[in-house]
């Protein structure tokens, strides 16, 4: 993608389909690019492919730090690579538009699913608000899928609306959780267990088991003073071992019940269209403050406007209001 070389959007369309990894990569790029005409390059491409998406399980995960979650995704992407699956892994991380992101770390952590061919591994874009990152994650999970990824896991930081973001994209949420009961349960984030589909205790191996078993007690107590996303899904708690691959069989086996039974209600179809607005609401955002950051006259107007609000001369209210005035 040079400066001077068009961007042939039907030979890279043709290439996904034949399940090229290499213009995959390259394609999450040009989606990732800020440049207008890659940008409208990679809403053809998209559009082109759209008949080809859609098909794969999408499974959003979270969990705090070091609960594990590149070693169960590694343990759960090489259990559905066995099983014939060909998986897509995506990070949504918020954090990354200032250090970079770890998700050169987690590969290094999903060591077997790296090595895959029947896997792909991607990083959320390495700047950009996380609206940004959650828009460009939601056109890399349609590109997947049509180079024939038939599972999508996208993984958050855990860090407040990322865990949102990534729920709003997927088709189940996991909530990944460590073994400790009630101390752990005293610091449960409300919002976060009110999202998850399921929650699952990692680190269920040696001793750690009877906490384990403890800890989902707790939580199961938990969910039954919440009320569930949906009247036909009540979110099961399970214990497992990313480590030892124990209860992966039984974790996988819950999010395909999960699938069968929004499906049979009509959920899955209802989620999937409030996906697609929610999604165009958030490039109509996007592109409005691209084109609040690229125009050098809305610029300059838009920064004396933040001066006079900063030094209390104008209300946010009316700051908001001149700044919306700009975009007519």
């Not at 976060?192 to 009877?210: F, P, R, S, T």
């Not at 071992?241 to 959920?267: P, V, Y």
Request: overall charge neutral.
């Amino acid at each position: 993608m040079t400066a001077n070389k068009p961007i042939d959007v039907a030979s890279m369309a043709d290439e996904l389909r034949a399940r090229s990894r290499a213009t995959l990569a390259r394609a999450i790029t040009l989606i990732e690019s800020r440049r207008a005409d890659h940008q409208a390059a990679a809403r053809d491409l998209v559009q082109a492919l759209l008949p080809q998406t859609g098909q794969a399980i999408r499974v959003g995960i979270t969990g705090s730090p070091g609960v594990g979650k590149s070693t169960t995704i590694d343990a759960l992407g090489m259990f559905l690579i066995e099983r014939g699956h060909r998986v897509a892994v995506l990070a949504v991380d918020p954090s990354s538009a200032r250090t970079g992101g770890s998700i050169l770390g987690d590969k290094t952590r999903m060591a077997r699913l790296s090595a895959e061919q029947h896997a792909f591994i991607r990083p959320s874009p390495s700047s950009g608000t996380l609206g940004g990152v959650a828009a460009k994650t939601r056109e890399a999970m349609l590109l997947c899928e049509a180079a024939g990824f038939d599972v999508v896991l996208v993984e958050t930081v855990g860090i407040g609306q990322s865990e949102t973001a990534v729920c709003d994209m997927t088709d189940f949420f996991l909530a990944l959780m460590l073994p400790g009961a009630g101390d752990e349960l005293q610091g449960i984030k409300k919002g976060l267990v009110e999202l998850a589909d399921m929650i699952a205790i990692n680190k269920a191996d040696g001793d750690n088991v009877a906490r384990a078993n403890l800890a989902a007690a707790e939580y199961r107590g938990a969910l039954h003073i919440l009320t569930p996303r949906s009247e036909h899904w009540h979110p099961p708690v399970l214990t497992y071992s990313g480590l030892t691959g124990a209860g992966i069989a039984e974790l996988w086996q819950k999010i395909l019940d999960h699938r069968t039974a929004m499906q049979a209600c009509g959920d899955f179809a209802a989620r999937r269209r409030e996906q697609q607005v929610k999604w165009m609401w958030t490039m109509l955002e996007d592109r409005w403050k691209a084109r609040l950051r690229a125009d050098p006259a809305i610029r300059a107007k838009v920064k004396s406007t933040e001066a006079a609000v900063a030094d209390g001369r104008v209300t946010p209210a009316l700051g908001a209001d001149q700044i919306a005035e700009l975009m007519t």
